[in-house]
Each structure stands twice: as structure tokens, then as C-alpha cells.
């Protein structure tokens, strides 16, 4: 009946109704002379615009309601100008959904915050609107995340209908040029010299006071971060040119030692020669001290390692022991112990397995489900480990030593009762301190801290050393850590003079490696 339209209409209505922009229903207004024209929805009611109609069809889904009379909706329908006015609207760009009008009304001070400081573009900027802040808080995440794939995929598909008008020409120019065709064909990384080349220094913009102990790239961002003796934490923008600093934090009381992002890329995590330790949320701009380790009280812990799959911290403990910390709640899970004192730890690709060496030369294997040693082994000719790695791939783990030798094994070590390295390298005479592969476990880098320059690269597939750099005249100190960017384009290299020196592999940015 009508009535019961009536009744359903004004339900609608009261859905729908934003500050009084539907204006007729159905058979609920009883004169519209004086009224604008109004366009008709399959359900029967009639909009002032194409916005409300659109909505309307969305919740009922275009049907009309049951007992709707068409006759008394003949009187309303729609005019040629209307038409072409929705043909018009058509064609036009799409707009956002929607936006929230408070987001100019809103005012946000970047001064009193601390955390917000970052965000302005002068120092007299104090207050900005909502939607200004809006802005910069994306621009400040794109700066240590890069943009999603899935977006960037959405922007090429765009560009491309844009473009398909101008295919034909761009075929002709493709076909004319064959540089980057040829450039783009998958390579293996050359045996024997390197293409490298010195880059300004990754810190240039605010260089450390003292020796910088961490130097390590974001996951995923153009992004360095340098720590160390002077108690400051500090992130760069890596573009080869400025370098410029994003982010600067002091330590009170607190000489960092060790300092590494989270495979996620969303923290930074440091320690220091104390019993409590830091993290830095980078997306809230935090910083949160844990205090201590339970069962671990007033021990001090300098060194960790986290797991790429983001689940758990490795902390080297005194007298063996290895403390196991969730990296969500950063609370304690529980300890492996191993014979002698622990100097280095290393988690597997896969997160599953853990190595550990220490002062007894031997190479520990503890399966993270069980939390039992599943197996160990002598490190060839070793008196006292002093650090060990496994590459990305999985295949290749490196065992150092005291003496500077440097044992490669490949992964059939982890089960293997007495196994033999494939290569052993003494190009170091002194501890080996810091050994790195390359994302792509095509390079091996082992330095040493106690003598000046003690930094080699290794090809893996010829088991050789690159005998072109470093060379005697290379600057390169005391060399406290290194590390490669996720792509391998570049390599950053911390001292003792407080220099983030940043080079750049020139091999993965004409060529695609093979892993």
C-alpha cells in the first residue's frame, strides 16, 4: 500500500538524510512545483543529486520496492539537460570517496611534541592544519618504508592506459634503442675485481664525535642508521648526494654498542654495556627502555642478534648463556647454554635454527622449536671463535676466528659430525670481528678491528678474494662494521673517526644478479 511506501521511504530518508540534501521522497511531499528537477531511482525515490541516488541503489541494490506505482513516478522523468549533464559528470575525473571536513579544522602544534619536531619545514613552524599534517606524516613514512608494489602496480597499469595512444611510437623508440635491454640481462657477479666506487660519506651531513660501532641499512628504505661510543643514535636519507639526516637521538648514560633494525623495518633496537636496553619505534617516534632480562638480573648485554622472520631476539649472555626474547612483547622466552663463553650468534634464513660459537672453537646448533642442541661441531684448526654468519641462501655458512682465519663451509655442516671447509681464507692476521653477506650470497665481507684497512671481499662462487680493493691507499681506519644495502647497490663502512663511508657496487646497478 501506500502507506507502507510511506513508512519505508521515510526509513530510508533518515538513513540517507546528511544536513537535509534529500529533500523528496515519494509520496511524502504533496507539492514539488516550486522545486528543482529531480532524478529518479529504480527504488522510487527521487535525489537532488547523482550522490545520494548512487547510495541508495548501493544498500538496496536497485530493486524497487514492493507496492511501489509507477504511474504516479511518470511525471518525473528525466530531461535531456539532465542527460547530458550525468554523461558530462562521467567523463570527468574521479574524486576522492570521501573527506573529512575537520581535517581543516583541527590544529596540530609540531613544537610542544617532541616526536613531531621532524615534521617542519622551518624552524619558526609551529601549528598546522590537520590535513597539512596529514601529508607530512606520509611523507615521513615513505622516507623509511618504500611505497607498496601493489600501489606502484596500480600507477604502471594507469599509465599505461594513459599511454596507449603513444604505443606504436614508443615501440619504434624501443626498437631503436637496446642499451637498457642488454643492461637488464641477468649476470653473475665477476670474479677476481670489483666495480666499486667511493660515494660522500653516508654521515656527512652530522659526522660522529667518536668511533661509530653500528652501522646498518633499513630493510627496505634508502635509509642508514649510525651508533656508537657518543650515545647517539642517527638515521640517514641515502641519495648519494646530500645524505641528509632524518634523525637524531642522544642516550643519556647509554655508549651504544649495537644497534639493528628489525627485519619489519618499523624499530631500531640498541644495546649497550648496561643490563637494560632501548628500541626506537620509527613510525610513532618513540623511544622505550627495557629494563632488564628476567632471570638475567643486573647482567650486562651488549650484543643480539634478531630473527628475519621478526619473532625473537638472541641476546649473548656471560657464562654461555643465550637468552631467547620475544620481539613483540620484548619479554623473556628462555635460555640455551653452551660450554665456554659466547661471542658471536646467527640466525638461519628460515628462523628454525640458531648458530652460536664461542671460546671452546666450537659451532653450536639449537633448533628454536625445542630449544635443544641438535647438534655441534670443531671448527677446523679453531682455538677460540670469534664470530660466524650464514648467507640469505642458506648455503654457505662462515666461521672466524682469533687468529683471523676465516672458515667456509656449506650447509651441510649443520648435520655433519666432523665437516670440512671448501675454502679457508687467512687474508686477516688479526681477531675476526665482523663478517657480512651480501642479500644476494654472492659476496662475503670479513673485517677486523685491531688493525688499520683489515677489511677483504670474497667472490663465493670462485672462493677468491678481490684482489682490487681495498687497496693500501683506501681510507678506510679501524673498521668497526659494515653492511650492504638490500638491493646490493650500496656498501657503508663505520670507523674509528666517527665516518659512515658509503660506496657504491656498480655491477648490481647496470646488471641483475644471480643468486
Known amino acids: 500500500s501506500n502507506a507502507e511506501r510511506v513508512t519505508l521511504c521515510n526509513h530510508v530518508g533518515k538513513m540517507l538524510r ?69 554523461d558530462e559528470k562521467a567523463e570527468q575525473r574521479k574524486e576522492a570517496v570521501w573527506c573529512d571536513e575537520d581535517d581543516d579544522v583541527i590544529r596540530v602544534d609540531l613544537v610542544n611534541n617532541k616526536g613531531l619536531r621532524k615534521l617542519r619545514k622551518t624552524q619558526e613552524e609551529t601549528i598546522v592544519s590537520g590535513r597539512i599534517y596529514m601529508e607530512r606524516l606520509r611523507t615521513q613514512f615513505l622516507k623509511l618504508s618504500q611505497q607498496p608494489q601493489w600501489s606502484l602496480d596500480l600507477l604502471q597499469n594507469s599509465k599505461s592506459k594513459d599511454d596507449s595512444s603513444e604505443d606504436e611510437e614508443g615501440g619504434e623508440e624501443l626498437l631503436q634503442q637496446t642499451s637498457r635491454l642488454l643492461a637488464s640481462s641477468v649476470q653473475r657477479l665477476p670474479k677476481g675485481v670489483i666495480d666499486i666506487k667511493n660515494m660522500k660519506d653516508a654521515n656527512h651531513s652530522k659526522r660522529a664525535q ?19 661510543l657518543h650515545k647517539t643514535l642517527s638515521l640517514f636519507q641515502i641519495d648519494g648526494e646530500n645524505n641528509s639526516l632524518l634523525q637524531s637521538i642522544f642516550l643519556q648514560r647509554f655508549p651504544i654498542l649495537t644497534a639493528h633494525f628489525t627485519p619489519s623495518g618499523e624499530e631500531v633496537i640498541m644495546a649497550a654495556e648496561k643490563h637494560w636496553f632501548y628500541v626506537f619505534d620509527l613510525l610513532a617516534g618513540k623511544v622505550t627502555m627495557i629494563n632488564e632480562i628476567k632471570g638475567h638480573s643486573k647482567e650486562i648485554f651488549s650484543k643480539f642478534q634478531v630473527s628475519p622472520d621478526n619473532q625473537l631476539i638472541a641476546f649473548q649472555g656471560r657464562d654461555g648463556y643465550i637468552p631467547l626474547l620475544s620481539n613483540k612483547t620484548k619479554q623473556w622466552i628462555a635460555d640455551l647454554k653452551m660450554n665456554g663463553s659466547v661471542t658471536d650468534v646467527a640466525f638461519t634464513p628460515n628462523s628454525r635454527h640458531l648458530l652460536s660459537t664461542g671460546s671452546d672453537g666450537q659451532v653450536y646448533v ?5 630449544r635443544d642442541c641438535i647438534h655441534r661441531f670443531i671448527d ?26 676465516v672458515n667456509l663451509y656449506n650447509e651441510s655442516c649443520l648435520h655433519e659430525e666432523r665437516p670440512k671447509p671448501v675454502r679457508s681464507f ?11 653477506f651480501n642479500p644476494t650470497s654472492e659476496i662475503l665481507g670479513i673485517s677486523s678491528q685491531k688493525k688499520a684497512s683489515a677489511l677483504k671481499m670474497i667472490h663465493l662462487s670462485s672462493q677468491s678474494v678481490f684482489s682490487n680493493w681495498p687497496t693500501p ?10 653492511d650492504f644495502s638490500s638491493n646490493s647497490h650500496h656498501m657503508v663502512v663505520g670507523n674509528d673517526r666517527g665516518r659512515a663511508q658509503l660506496y657504491r657496487l656498480n655491477h648490481y646497478h647496470t646488471g641483475r644478479s644471480v643468486q
Open 18 to 86: 546528511r544536513k537535509g540534501r534529500l529533500n523528496v521522497i515519494a509520496g511524502a511531499c504533496e507539492d514539488t512545483t516550486d522545486l528543482p528537477r529531480y532524478k529518479r531511482s529504480k527504488t522510487g525515490i527521487l535525489y537532488d543529486n547523482e550522490e545520494d541516488k548512487n547510495l541508495e541503489e548501493l544498500v538496496f541494490g536497485g530493486q524497487p520496492f514492493s507496492g511501489t506505482n509507477e504511474k504516479d513516478l511518470e511525471s518525473y522523468e528525466l530531461s535531456d539537460s539532465d542527460s547530458d549533464e550525468k
Open 210 to 228: 667518536a668511533v661509530i660501532q653500528a652501522v646498518e641499512f633499513h630493510p627496505s628504505a634508502s635509509v642508514v642508521l649510525t651508533a656508537g
Open 366 to 370: 639449537w633448533d628454536l622449536n625445542t
Open 380 to 405: 677446523d684448526g679453531c682455538v677460540k671463535g670469534t664470530s660466524v654468519a650464514v648467507s640469505p641462501n642458506g648455503r654457505h655458512i662462515a666461521c672466524g676466528s682469533d687468529s683471523g682465519i
Open 426 to 436: 687467512m687474508n686477516l692476521t688479526t681477531p675476526v670481528d665482523w663478517m657480512t
Open 473 to 482: 691507499r683506501t681510507p678506510l681506519d679501524h673498521v668497526f662494521g659494515f
